[in-house]
């Protein structure tokens, strides 16, 4: 029955994009990313801003690629256009992708998860390199003084939050064997739970902002100076082998992801956002 559902749900797909040359393309992004890059993009055009709009106090690592995402795939040639879902979609978008029914993910996912559905997939070329990736360890700020002394050379004297689905951060925090490893599939609540202090820790990238700190309706969370977390993978944009549109955007978004690596856009762009960042070159790594 599951896969007679997906059967028709892939002919409604196809006859839908077949109705027009130029198709409105539905993808799932999480809401909160959606609203930030709204809000950073500023009523610019997706084949004009420049990656200086990433200095930003809302930036952060998936608004980057949320917007780089789609500037590849213009700049490729990709002529159709997008309708955007907004929700908790990270759990899900890995079997969207697989069957067909999710274009492209418009956030980089491992290698080590982009394998795993191999046979449904097409792979880009690393957008971020392995050896490149630094999450920041983030609390509350009443916590930041206390926990730091807690930290050395592993987490075991600390909770921690993550979710399952970010496979690499959770086999990386496993491996640094935490006193409590809980899982939560929304970011946000795991951000609440760190801000009130129900958890000790979460795993983060770096913004631009000093001290490094996240905060929205409900949490501030705020990174622990001077200790770091190397996440050992490579991260890239997948596209679906069986949607209809899988082939022109993977063809698209190779020649886009080159043009804007020659011209040094992405490292700029994760520069201004301060996910690159040489405030912390010298922090301790775990």
Not at 112 to 139: C, H, L, R
Request: charged share 25%.
């Amino acid at each position: 029955m599951r896969s007679l559902k997906l059967l028709l749900l892939k002919v409604l797909l196809i006859l839908d994009l077949s109705l027009s040359a130029h198709a409105r393309v539905s993808i799932s992004i999480e809401e909160d990313i959606y609203l930030y890059a709204k809000e950073i993009l500023a009523e610019q055009s997706i084949s004009d801003f420049s990656a200086d709009i990433f200095d930003h106090p809302k930036c952060q690592r998936d608004v980057v690629e949320f917007l780089i995402a789609q500037r590849a795939l213009h700049e490729g040639g990709f002529k159709h256009t997008f309708s955007f879902t907004l929700g908790n979609y990270d759990a899900r978008n890995l079997k969207l992708l697989e069957s067909g029914l999710l274009l492209m993910s418009f956030d980089t996912i491992w290698l080590s998860q982009a394998k795993m559905i191999t046979n449904d997939v097409y792979i880009s070329e690393p957008i971020i390199k392995k050896g490149n990736y630094f999450a920041g360890i983030y609390t509350s700020h009443i916590n930041k003084a206390r926990l730091r002394n807690k930290i050395t050379r592993d987490l075991s004297n600390v909770s921690v939050v993550s979710s399952k689905a970010w496979l690499v951060d959770w086999l990386t925090l496993k491996a640094l064997s935490p006193k409590q490893l809980h899982h939560e599939d929304d970011w946000i609540t795991m951000a609440k739970l760190v801000s009130n202090g129900w958890v000790d820790v979460m795993l983060v990238s770096f913004n631009n902002t000093r001290p490094f700190f996240y905060e929205g309706a409900g949490y501030r969370i705020e990174a622990i100076e001077g200790v770091k977390v190397a996440l050992q993978d490579s991260r890239h944009f997948v596209v679906s082998r069986h949607h209809p549109l899988g082939d022109e955007a993977y063809d698209a978004l190779k020649l886009g992801l080159a043009k804007l690596k020659e011209s040094h856009f992405i490292h700029r762009a994760y520069r201004q956002c301060g996910f690159i960042n040489p405030l912390v070159d010298d922090w301790h790594t775990l």
